[in-house]
């Protein structure tokens, strides 16, 4: 363990103490991330830890500051991803509904050839089909506006970040 977190005194930060186990923790990911990945808090504090820090407490109270972004920036990264991921399944699905529509419209207009074929009308099951995917039909436009409106807002929040946190580079 170095001077650093030896002399962590467990200051108090907005009222509750600087955990020597999460001091340590936001220690190991500084030495061990690329820092062109960390917010610039995180930045600046690897930087004075590899300098004799001004006060232990301080700089504890820094890091965790830091570290309480970091940990914000990389779960919206994670959320940006299911967003993306999401919509992205969202226009599978309904390019997919639009396609087996086409198909169902197509057999509903030759049912009675399957009638002759199957020996049951199809009617009844094909309508269902049809009105089931219908509704999926107009579902999903909606469905996949909001995500995108979403994904735009959160969008938004990271820019301004990444602006603050010279993180431009990883938008």
Known sequence: MN??????????????????????????LLRNTDPRNL???????????????????????????????????????LEREVFRNDIQRGRECLQEI?????SLRAQLADWPA?????????????LQSIVTKERIEEFLPIW?????????ALKLKMEACAQQNGLEHLL
């Open 144 to 152: 996949l506006e909001n995500r995108e409106q979403q994904l735009a």
């Open 3 to 28: 001077n650093l977190s030896a002399n962590v005194t467990g200051e108090a930060l907005h009222g509750h103490p600087v955990s020597p186990g999460r001091f340590f923790a936001a220690e190991s």
């Open 39 to 77: 917010v610039a808090p995180l930045r600046e504090a690897r930087a004075a830890m590899a300098h004799a820090p001004a006060s232990p407490e301080k700089t504890a109270r820094e890091l965790q500051n830091a570290v309480g972004l970091q940990e914000k920036w990389e779960a919206w990264l």
């Open 114 to 126: 399957c009638e002759r074929i199957c020996g049951h009308n199809p009617l009844s099951e094909l």
């Open 98 to 102: 639009r396609t087996e529509l086409v």
